[in-house]
Structures are given as structure tokens and as C-alpha cells.
């Protein structure tokens, strides 16, 4: 059974939204990829939709909408965003954080940073449950 990997971010509705869809596309075969926020907004950022949807081909309008913490299923690895969100102490093997800033607000070369260094950091977080260096995720 593969292990579930929760990005969490204050909104839900920017940075971990795109974690949750480049790691859809890019580390599916090693971890279910979700996300979810502390708070809510009512829609996703639409400029990470089309910088995602430009760089990936993936609509996150169509495949995804803001969640709170407590409409994700038990995860295995949580994954903060770097948004100093406080979470509640989910029982998970696993905790980091990203360190990312906001790109909201900003030129879409920020947004294309952003995806980038999400992109490489899901790409070594699946290399590294697969090497078995993320404690007891593939038991």
C-alpha cells in the first residue's frame, strides 16, 4: 500500500494545491497525493491554475478544490508549505517543511519558481520513500 503524503498550507489554495497536483503527476507510483489548509478560501488560486496548467497541462480547476485538515484521510507524511501553518498534531511517521514563500500577488516568474522547487523537492520526497529513508512509510 502506498503511503499518503498531505501538503498543508494556511488556505489551501496556492502552494499546496500545486504540491498536491505535481505530485499527482510526477510521484504517483510511490505516494497518494493530498492537501488541505488550516483555513479556506473559496476557490484556488486562478494564478496557480494557469501556471500549473501551462508548465504541467494539468486544470486544477477540474481535479481539485480547497479542503480543511479534517476532510483528508489519515496520512502517512505531512508536508508544510512554509507558511508557519500551525497544525494540529496529526498522527503521521513523517513531518518536513518546504520553506516556500507565497507566490500570490506576484509576477508569474515567482509562480514558475515556486512550481519548480515543488517540483524537485516531490520528486526527492518520492525518491526517498522509495529508498526506504522516510521511517516506516512502506510498512
Not at 68 to 90: A, E
Request: proline letters at 5%.
Amino acid at each position: 500500500m502506498k503511503p499518503k503524503v498531505a501538503f498543508i498550507c494556511v488556505h489551501n489554495s496556492c502552494r499546496s494545491q500545486m504540491a498536491e497536483a505535481i505530485g499527482r503527476l510526477f510521484a504517483s507510483d510511490v505516494f497518494d497525493s493530498y492537501s488541505a489548509g488550516t483555513e479556506i478560501k473559496t476557490q484556488i488560486n486562478q494564478d496557480a491554475v494557469r501556471i500549473v496548467k501551462k508548465l504541467y497541462s494539468i486544470d486544477m480547476n477540474k481535479t481539485q478544490h480547497p479542503k480543511l485538515i479534517g476532510d483528508m484521510p489519515d496520512v502517512d507524511v505531512v508536508v508544510t508549505m512554509g507558511c508557519n501553518v500551525s497544525c494540529p498534531q496529526l498522527p503521521v511517521k513523517h513531518r518536513e517543511d518546504r520553506g516556500l514563500d507565497d507566490p500570490s500577488g506576484k509576477s508569474d516568474e515567482e509562480f514558475i519558481r515556486v512550481a519548480k522547487a515543488i517540483e524537485e523537492k516531490v520528486k526527492d520526497l518520492a525518491w526517498r520513500i522509495k529508498k526506504g529513508q522516510i521511517p516506516k512509510c512502506l510498512s
